[in-house]
């Protein structure tokens, strides 16, 4: 038996409009019967959220009609029905405030808690509002909601039993945006006009800047004064970035950061004879005071300098990195679908399209379009999977030996996963190079034991390009 539309806009008409803070929900205007039911028989109702400004209280900032589907009362005695309804909108303060900050809410998220009709207990409207007042009771509806969701949108990957795995794998970045430095840009256009002799000690030619210690890429770094340039194995290395991380501390991504100094990048853009992987050094100067602007040496490639503004991201491994979704299942099914592949018969353990249409669904990135350059955070890729790559570098032999389906590369695999990116250069930016290294991407890596106590000498430099 269904509820009469009448009683129910009888019901909603007692206790809309209603207001918590600076957020009303009331009747969408403009509908002569805002309570209906649809073709198929269920309860609709229109309403409006308003958020007025917090200042005055009065002006209207954003306003959101939707038609809201109040449950299927058919499945239930009228009068309980009823009585949760109007349970329902007697803790609708209580459910606004849940909510916090309003910018995402819709009207139909306020009429997500129809869960609390399982439970016999609750008869009368006293009842339904005392449960849907708890706070603990609505954040654990919250998330069995947020969980059914996941295995629903999981269940074409076959990974709908792993959903915790696969949300744990979403790691916040550091999307960094840069723009030509004009102060920098002016010192190096000086040290291209000069005559610079290489036998020449360093400092007699030194920039000098007012505010060492500042984000930046390119240009010359801030060094202590005695600090010999940065080299591996005598080759010096090119200066790539600098970052202040109490400029970053409070984000997501950099609480894997010592909240305090300078961290410097420098990568030698061509690798040593017979050195697999690029030499980099990453540097942590943990006092700003002692640094100073140090020139670029004769040889040494100086990058252009820019400014860096950053924004929040939150990414998943991408496709190339498929492995990572591959690993939540039984390994005797993963080396099977393996040998199918090497065999040639192909065969997808995690579907590719609708693993890329989750990644790009799941994303929160601050912005599609290339260039990629970011700080922490899984790596975008050209060609292959970035973490096998660094974790083959490791390897003497490379990727000689390499055989793929056997158990020996799924343990390849399985350790790639280690790696954790620590910052991704994009070598195109204003449509021109910014690193000589064909358009690609270069990454700078370091194990996850590593990075949990800042050991920066464990950092690796790995390339991928067209």
Not at 118 to 133: G, I, S, T, V
Not at 213 to 236: C, S, Y
Request: hydrophobic share 40%.
């Amino acid at each position: 038996m269904s509820v009469d539309p009448d009683r129910l806009l009888e019901l909603f008409r007692r206790h809309l409009p209603l207001r918590e803070g600076f957020v009303e929900l009331a009747f969408a205007s403009g509908y002569d019967a805002p309570v209906w039911r649809s073709e198929a028989g269920y309860p609709l109702v229109v309403l409006r959220l308003t958020t007025f400004d917090p200042v005055d209280g009065v002006i209207p900032l954003d306003i959101r009609e939707q038609e809201v589907f109040i449950g299927d009362d058919r499945k239930h005695a009228p009068g309980r029905w009823l009585a949760y309804v109007e349970g329902h909108l007697q803790a609708m303060p209580a459910i606004l405030a849940h909510f916090g900050e309003p910018d995402a809410m819709m009207p139909c998220d306020l009429f997500a808690y129809g869960a609390v009709l399982a439970d016999e207990a609750l008869q009368r409207p006293d009842d339904f509002a005392a449960a849907l007042r708890d706070p603990v009771r609505l954040a654990a509806m919250d998330e069995a909601a947020r969980e059914a969701e996941w295995r629903e949108r999981l269940e074409p990957l076959g990974l709908a039993d792993h959903v915790a795995e696969v949300r744990a794998m979403a790691r916040p970045s550091i999307r960094l945006h840069l723009s030509r430095s004009e102060e920098l840009d002016e010192d190096e256009d000086e040290d291209e006009d000069a005559e610079v002799d290489e036998d020449e000690d360093e400092g007699d030619d030194a920039e000098v800047t007012d505010d060492p210690g500042q984000t930046r890429l390119g240009g010359a770094p801030d060094l202590p004064p005695d600090l010999p340039w940065p080299e591996v194995d005598g080759v010096k290395l090119t200066f790539v970035a600098q970052f202040d991380l109490a400029e970053l501390a409070g984000r997501a991504a950099a609480r894997e950061l010592p909240a305090h100094g300078l961290l410097s990048f420098f990568y030698a853009p061509i690798p040593p004879d017979g050195v697999r992987g690029h030499p980099v050094r990453v540097l942590h100067f943990t006092d700003l005071d002692a640094l100073a602007c140090r020139p670029v040496p004769p040889g040494v490639e100086r990058l252009s300098a820019y400014d860096i503004d950053v924004a929040d991201e939150r990414l998943y491994p991408c496709v190339d990195s498929y492995f990572f979704y591959e690993s939540l299942l039984p390994e005797a099914r993963v080396l099977e679908v393996h040998r199918q592949r090497q065999q040639g018969k192909g065969g997808e353990l995690i579907p590719f399209n609708p693993l890329e249409c989750f990644i790009a669904d799941s994303g929160e990135l601050d912005d599609y379009e290339r260039p990629y350059h970011r700080l922490l955070g899984h790596p975008a890729s050209i060609q292959g999977d970035p973490y096998l790559d660094v974790e083959i570098d490791t390897r003497p032999q490379g990727w000689d030996g390499w055989d793929d389906g056997s158990p020996e590369a799924l343990a390849i695999r399985r350790r790639s996963l280690r790696w954790r990116l620590l910052l991704q250069i994009d070598a195109q930016q204003d449509g021109e190079l910014l690193l000589n290294q064909d358009g690609g991407f270069f990454y700078f890596w370091i194990p996850a034991d590593a990075l949990a106590v800042h050991d920066w000498s464990q950092a690796r430099g790995a390339l991928q390009c067209h």
